[in-house]
T-cell receptor
């Protein structure tokens, strides 16, 4: 079993839709969690950190469920420019970054 | 402008011909690392460096070497490239490494190097 797993998609949604991604992690001692965005095989860039209390940044909401060992990313009112691959990143207890495979999102007009 | 640069951006080479991919950052970051990205496998860490003259193996170090003689540079060396090293490579840096080898600060990635080994 992979340490961090994501549904690779692709998720094809119309503009304005709400879309949610989940990411599960196997190591219960994992300490920090992030969502990165990657466009067309360009470099990944930090989208947002994920805190235990949940956090929101505009149309994006990230949540952590430690009991079930998953994190989620919710995108509301999706835009064409949201089309990208979203990478889940977990830092394990040893301080190592583990990347998920990424979930591809395609927002259509 | 704060950035991580990599060169070359694209490279096609043949089996066995030594090559070096350079990586440089201008943010005075202590922590630097190399990843490769392959379809279905995500980003996998090759090597990382906590500081000058300190390097450690990541998940997939076989066939690669690195060096960290200066804080800003972290070249990736393929002494004898093979076709299974065909991949997209990213260098990354960040400012707060933990002594255990990881970090919680944002990683800044270079633009990537697409390598094809024939």
């Amino acid at each position: 079993r992979k340490e961090v797993e994501q549904d690779p998609g692709p998720f094809n949604v119309p503009e304005g839709a709400t879309v949610a991604f989940n990411c599960t992690y196997s190591n219960s001692a994992s300490q920090s969690f992030f969502w990165y965005r990657q466009d067309c095989r360009k470099e990944p860039k930090l989208l947002m950190s994920v805190y235990s209390s949940g956090n929101e940044d505009g149309r994006f909401t990230a949540q952590l469920n430690r009991a079930s060992q998953y994190i989620s990313l919710l995108i509301r009112d999706s835009k064409l420019s949201d089309s990208a691959t979203y990478l889940c990143v977990v830092i394990n207890q040893g301080g190592k970054l583990i990347f998920g495979q990424g979930t591809e999102l395609s927002v259509k007009p | 402008e704060a950035q991580v640069t990599q060169n070359p951006r694209y490279l096609i080479t043949v089996t066995g011909k030594k090559l070096t991919v350079t990586c440089s950052q201008n943010m005075n970051h202590e922590y630097m690392s190399w990843y490769r990205q392959d379809p279905g496998l995500g980003l996998r860490q090759i090597y990382y460096s906590m500081n000058v003259e300190v390097t450690d193996k990541g998940d997939v170090p076989e066939g690669y070497k690195v060096s960290r003689k200066e804080k800003r540079n972290f070249p990736l060396i393929l002494e004898s490239p093979s076709p299974n090293q065909t991949s997209l490579y990213f260098c990354a840096s960040s400012s707060h490494p933990r002594t255990s080898g990881g970090h919680t600060d944002t990683q800044y990635f270079g633009p990537g190097t697409r390598l094809t080994v024939l």
